[in-house]
């Protein structure tokens, strides 16, 4: 069994926000080191995120599977962190980057559809995790990182993991690896506002690239095949990857505003999209987008339902906040709970969530309304936070996060306060 403390951590991690989850330590941390980890039990956590998150949330090619289990997460994140190994969120790794989640490292490889003939270009090395999950599904990885530090600490823990297929240089990933292309499939761990054309001319045609594309806080992971020249796009669901940077930040058109902090589709009125996701937030888990006339903001809310504790069923959305000007927000929402009981820790319950981070992602503070419990009709809720001042983003959770019931959210709202 997983820990009351890593069970603890793993749903503040969730409450705190996927891939830019940042939870007890600086981004400044010192990258791990290969060594003895200070949590003993990490096959036993390994396999029940495999079990309990992965496996529920569509992660079914056992090739994949398979690689998670052989790959050992905890010598990929700072040593300080190595007890959240297999918490399903992202963590700090240094330069205001992440590791990935579990859970997303792994879906991007199954949608990847590599062949163990195959070579690959990895864009954004970072810890050197998706290129260690890879390894042993294809014939070559070729990793690129455009911040020396993080390129030369992922080499070196690859190495010494002995990855020999790996193959990694410091550079800008815009830019792609032209002297080992064409490739036969690309995967894009940072998010440009669009697909690089230089990428775009070294996959192979009927090649596969996976890539988050968009704006600063609204993406879309998409999966996109060459085909006659050009890239076909399937969008897979929205997400939230720190930005890809170099050349691909310098082009970018569209620019947010950190001192006009909103929510998209906090009333939910935006249906989902055909592949079923709800426009505007991301990470979606257990959820049901629905209508009544009852609803308190327009006809439509959405429903989280969780019979299984621990196991994550919520949203998330990140957005721009700087707090050198916007020095209070008020967070509300209307909700209304269905026999919801608390999951395998005291802090398994749903609530209405934000985090605060700086301009290296780290934590700065975390609040909330709630938790909520039991069986009540649709109420409104609402409280006023003080934003750090050097807060430079935030990130707003909703759901049951690893509580059992049923939780319905409406009217969900972030508005700055005048002083």
Known sequence: MISRLARGLQTRCLLWGGLVCLVLQSSNAVHGQVGLPPFSNFETARERLIQDVLIPGGVNDTRVIDAIRATPRQ?????????????????????????????????????????????VLEIGTGSGFQAAVLSPLVKE??????????????KKVLDALGYRNVFTKIGDGFLGWEEHAPFDRIIVTCSPEDVPQPLVDQLVDGGLIVVPVGERYQQTLYLMRKVDG?????????TLFVPMTGTAEENRQVHVDPARPALLNGDFEQPPADNGYVPGWY???????????????????????????GRPAHLLQGIALDGRVVKRVRLSGSVKVDGVKVGLDRNELPVIGIRFFNDQRGLLGTHWIGPFRGT?????????????????????????????GKVAFDGIQLEAVEP
């Open 283 to 309: 990470y979606q888990r257990g959820l049901k987008w629905s209508s009544s006339e009852e609803s308190p903001n327009g006809g439509h809310y959405v429903e989280f339902t969780n019979e299984t504790a």
């Open 376 to 404: 009540r009709d649709w109420k409104e809720e609402s409280r006023v936070f003080r934003v750090p001042a050097a807060a430079r983003e935030a990130i707003v959770s909703i759901g049951l996060l690893g509580g059992v």
């Open 141 to 154: 990885v070729y990793s690129i990182e455009i911040v020396p530090e993080l390129g030369t600490q992922a």
């Open 230 to 238: 050009k890239l076909e796009r399937e969008a897979l669901r929205p």
């Open 75 to 119: 010598e990929f994140i700072p040593f300080s962190l190595r007890a959240d190994a297999y918490a399903d969120s992202a963590l700090p790794i240094g330069a205001s980057q992440t590791i990935s989640s579990p859970y997303i490292v792994s879906i991007m490889t199954q949608e990847l559809d590599v062949q163990a003939d195959h070579k």
